[in-house]
């Protein structure tokens, strides 16, 4: 059973701080990952997608993937109240499917 | 700026009865998904299809679910015989490439009763 964990949270940050927000998946061969946010009762919204080991930035949002570890991460900068969602991680196992795994809430404190 | 839309955006029906959700994917993508999410857990993958057939389904994809495109523009999900268990959001969703990012709808709720 190919798996995605995160930790469900809450993570709870202030605003303007620095949210680290961290996944695990168990297919070795996955090829390509991505980064969703879910405001309650709505639907996914795409943030990033990474495919290669390293960093990659897009305005406040850092995804940093390492491939040998099964490791990807969102980094959130200056936090706003309105990024207060559940994210979710999800990976591509080289079937055209996505698989997510469980989401992270943050909350981001005024 | 393109989207997925989704009808309907909520169904209340009685258990047995079928249910239809429909779904309109943007119109250059080539690989369509279904996905529901249970109230408070994760979002689960249903079913893909591509090129007119089914590429992938899940455990949870059984017989009483089907899926089809009927046009060029639609792709339904078909539930023949719901039950209480079946109530949950469900998201259609597609993309350009098999390996490239999903473009999720709004979401169909659909209660059981």
């Known amino acids: 059973q190919k798996e995605v964990e995160q930790n469900s949270g809450p993570l709870s940050v202030p605003e303007g701080a620095i949210a680290s927000l961290n996944c695990t998946y168990s297919d070795r061969g996955s090829q390509s990952f991505f980064w969703y946010r879910q405001y309650s009762g709505k639907s996914p919204e795409l943030i990033m997608f990474i495919y290669s080991n390293g960093d990659k930035e897009d305005g406040r949002f850092t995804a940093q993937l390492n491939k040998a570890s099964q490791y990807v991460s969102l980094l959130i900068r200056d936090s706003q109240p309105s990024d207060s969602a559940t994210y979710l991680c999800?990976?591509?196992?080289?079937?055209?499917?996505?698989?997510f795994g469980q989401g992270t809430t943050l909350q981001v404190k005024p | 700026e393109p989207e997925v839309t989704q009808t309907p955006s909520h169904q209340v029906t009685q258990m047995g009865q079928e249910v239809i959700l429909r779904c309109v994917p943007i119109?250059?993508?080539?690989?369509f998904y279904w996905y529901r999410q249970i109230l408070g857990q994760k979002v689960e993958f249903l079913v893909s299809f591509y090129n007119n057939e089914i590429s992938e389904k899940s455990e949870i994809f059984d017989d009483q679910f089907s899926v089809e495109r009927p046009d060029g523009s639609n792709f339904t999900l078909k539930i023949r015989s719901t039950k209480l268990e079946d109530s949950a959001m469900y998201f259609c969703?597609?993309?350009?490439?098999?390996?490239?990012?999903?473009?999720f709808g709004e979401g169909s709720r659909l209660t059981v009763l």
């Open positions: 119109s250059n993508h080539l690989y």
């Open positions: 969703a597609s993309s350009a490439n098999w390996d490239g990012e999903l473009f």
């Open positions: 999800a990976v591509n196992g080289n079937t055209g499917k996505l698989i």
